[in-house]
């Protein structure tokens, strides 16, 4: 069964720093990889997914993720944080017309 | 905006009590996911339909639980006899314009449940 790890609950960077939120994940075959964003009181919202091909994903508001096979890892970059950043990141795994799986998120601090 | 709409936004009840969340996606999909997500976690699957069938169900969802989609337009949640450990967010998703091909989903502002 599909599986996500996201090992960090909190991180804090200061606005203008750059930004690494790691995710594992366990499955079979290839998967199908997304991060999601998640503002207080807002849904979720699709930030970029990994389907095939090119291992390196660009997505909205300046974000982008690598997937790495050998590490089983997915996760995502961006170089300069703005404070609108500041939310929880959940990274999931899907199946085709399986459900999705999701990492219990990392909740994102920025300093100013 | 991901054209999904759930209403109402927020319910709170007593325990014991039925309650009832409807979510309804602006185009028609034929897939509909339900997700539930407690504080400080990730959204859980609960179940999804193709069209009216409602076609896996989580070991989260209990006897208690039941959601239709008669027409495979909206669809509905209920929760008979509340309990204070479904206190959650209920979260109803759709796929993509690829039809889910790829199993990416758009989901709606959920449905905040606080049982008193």
């Known amino acids: 069964a599909q599986s996500v790890t996201q090992p960090d609950i909190h991180i804090t960077v200061s606005e203008g720093a750059s930004l690494e939120l790691r995710c594992n994940y366990s499955?079979?075959?290839?998967?199908?990889l997304f991060w999601y964003v998640q503002s207080p009181g807002q849904g979720l919202q699709l930030l970029l997914k990994?389907?095939?091909?090119?291992?390196l994903v660009q997505g909205i508001k300046g974000f982008e993720a690598e997937f790495k096979r050998s590490q089983s890892s997915f996760n995502l970059r961006k170089p300069s944080v703005h404070w609108s950043d500041a939310a929880e990141y959940f990274c999931?795994?899907?199946?085709?017309?399986?459900?999705?799986?999701f990492g219990a998120g990392t909740r994102l601090t920025v300093k100013p | 905006d991901t054209g999904v709409s759930q209403d109402p936004r927020h319910k709170i009840t007593k325990r014991g009590q039925n309650v009832t969340f409807r979510c309804d996606p602006i185009?028609?999909?034929?897939?509909l996911y339900w997700y539930r997500q407690t504080l400080g976690q990730g959204p859980e699957f609960l179940t999804y339909?193709?069209?009216?069938?409602?076609?896996?169900k989580s070991r989260l969802l209990s006897d208690r639980f039941s959601a239709e989609r008669p027409k495979g337009s909206f669809s509905t949640l209920e929760i008979q006899r509340t309990e204070q450990g479904d206190s959650a967010m209920y979260l109803c998703?759709?796929?993509?314009?690829?039809?889910?091909?790829?199993?990416?989903?758009?989901f709606g502002p959920g449905t905040r449940l606080t049982v008193l």
């Open positions: 999931a795994v899907g199946a085709p017309s399986n459900d999705m799986r």
């Open positions: 499955y079979g075959a290839t998967p199908y």
């Open positions: 990994y389907f095939s091909g090119d291992t």
């Open positions: 185009s028609e999909h034929n897939r």
């Open positions: 339909f193709q069209n009216e069938a409602q076609l896996e």
């Open positions: 998703a759709t796929p993509g314009r690829d039809g889910g091909a790829h199993n990416e989903q758009f």
